[in-house]
Each structure stands twice: as structure tokens, then as C-alpha cells.
T-cell receptor, first 116, second 109 residues
Framework: SAVISQKPSRDICQRGTSLTIQCQVD?????MFWYRQQPGQSLTLIAT?????????ESGFVIDKFPISRPNLTFSTLTVSNMSPEDSSIYLC?????????????FGSGTRLTVV | GENVEQHPSTLSVQEGDSAVIKCTYS??????FPWYKQELGKRPQLIID?????GEKKDQRIAVTLNKTAKHFSLHITETQPEDSAVYFC????????FGAGTTVTVRA
């Protein structure tokens, strides 16, 4: 399966600032996804990063708050803008690729964000 | 959109016993149902999945069953070991993956 490198692995940020998270995949993938996992909670899809077009955002998430870039088929960034303590979460990128003999969704190692 | 419910939220089993986690989904168009294991501080790892044209799938000590009519699917772990202790998430795919709330499994030695 694809190897996904995500950085930074963790960061502590001041409220009002922005953080850009990078996701690098070792193979070309059509679809990349960004998830949020709040402390002790499940995973929620933020948006689908589309190469060559704007990202598709899920209900409750907007481009001004979570701008996404997808310059090519192996890389994407998620920016968390104008952060508040409520943005403290783990942010994970994910791709759909071959896992064993079938296609599945694999995750990067995540970025643990704390906003103070 | 898809709504996935997962039960129980916590599960404590004696080592060697079986563990069963159940999920229901709402969208009959969902056609792919993966299960993830997440250890503390780590990424979710895909452990097994099942597609809508299959009723059961097994991989060593792990099995998943799917009942499309009732819209529910279950994870079965047999002969549990301490390293099975983790949070397990079910998910269903219609146009996106929707996750259940998770089950914290503790295997007592």
C-alpha cells in the first residue's frame, strides 16, 4: 500500500495564527482526503483534495478556514487558518489505494495540533 | 448522508475470549465497509474490509459479516490477545467514508 508522510507530526500554535500541514504520498493517487479527529472522538471528513480543481468540502467545513492545495497527484496541503482552541485536534490525510489485493483507504500518521 | 452507529462504546474481554462489535448504516447505497484499529497515538490501520457483494470475510482471528437487508455489519475477534487492545472503528462508503463512533476494546490478561 501507499506510504504516506505527513508533517509536522505535532505543533503547538497561538490562537489567531495559521498552520499548514503537508501530506506526501510515495505513488500517484487520484483522491486524497483530509480528516479531523477531535480528542477521544471519531474521524470526520473535512474535504476531498482534487488535483487540478478546488477541493470539495463537507458540510460544516469551509475553504476560508481550511484552504487546501493539491498541486500534483502525490502531494497535498491543508491549512488551518485563524486558529482557536476548538481547532485542537489530530488532522489526518488519507488516500485510496491498493491494500493487499483490493482498494482501501490508508491514513497518514497525523498531525496533532494544540492551539493555546 | 450516511449515518453509522457503532456498539458497544467500550468492551472488556478476558484474554482468549471473543470480542464482537456491531455497526449499522443508513444508506442502502453504501457498498464498502472497512474496519480500522487505532492504537493510542497512532494512525488508524485498516484491519479488514468487506464489500456489499460478500456476506462474510475472514482473516486469521478476525472476521467480518455483512447483512445488507438489515444494514448491519459486525467485527468478530477470536482468541483475543493483549495486543488487540485498541480503539476500533467501523466505516461505510457511499460517496465518502463515514465512521462509527468507535469501540475501546480492552483485553484483560
Amino acid at each position: 500500500s501507499a506510504v504516506i508522510s505527513q508533517k509536522p507530526s505535532r505543533d503547538i500554535c497561538q490562537r489567531g495564527t495559521s498552520l499548514t500541514i503537508q501530506c506526501q504520498v510515495d505513488s500517484q493517487v487520484t483522491m486524497m482526503f483530509w480528516y479531523r479527529q477531535q480528542p477521544g472522538q471519531s474521524l470526520t471528513l473535512i474535504a476531498t483534495a482534487n488535483q487540478g480543481s478546488e477541493a470539495t468540502y463537507e458540510s460544516g467545513f469551509v475553504i476560508d478556514k481550511f484552504p487546501i492545495s493539491r498541486p500534483n497527484l502525490t502531494f497535498s496541503t491543508l491549512t488551518v487558518s485563524n486558529m482557536s482552541p476548538e481547532d485542537s485536534s489530530i488532522y489526518l490525510c488519507s488516500v485510496n489505494d491498493l491494500v493487499g489485493q483490493s482498494y482501501g483507504y490508508t491514513f497518514g500518521s497525523g498531525t496533532r495540533l494544540t492551539v493555546v | 448522508g450516511e449515518n453509522v452507529e457503532q456498539h458497544p462504546s467500550t468492551l472488556s474481554v478476558q484474554e482468549g475470549d471473543s470480542a464482537v462489535i456491531k455497526c449499522t448504516y443508513s444508506d442502502s447505497a453504501s457498498n464498502y465497509f472497512p474496519w480500522y484499529k487505532q492504537e493510542l497515538g497512532k494512525r488508524p490501520q485498516l484491519i479488514i474490509d468487506i464489500r456489499s457483494n460478500v456476506g462474510e470475510k475472514k482473516d486469521q482471528r478476525i472476521a467480518v459479516t455483512l447483512n445488507k437487508t438489515a444494514k448491519h455489519f459486525s467485527l468478530h475477534i477470536t482468541e483475543t490477545q493483549p495486543e488487540d487492545s485498541a480503539v476500533y472503528f467501523c466505516a461505510a462508503l457511499d460517496y465518502k467514508l463515514s465512521f462509527g463512533a468507535g469501540t475501546t476494546v480492552t483485553v484483560r490478561a
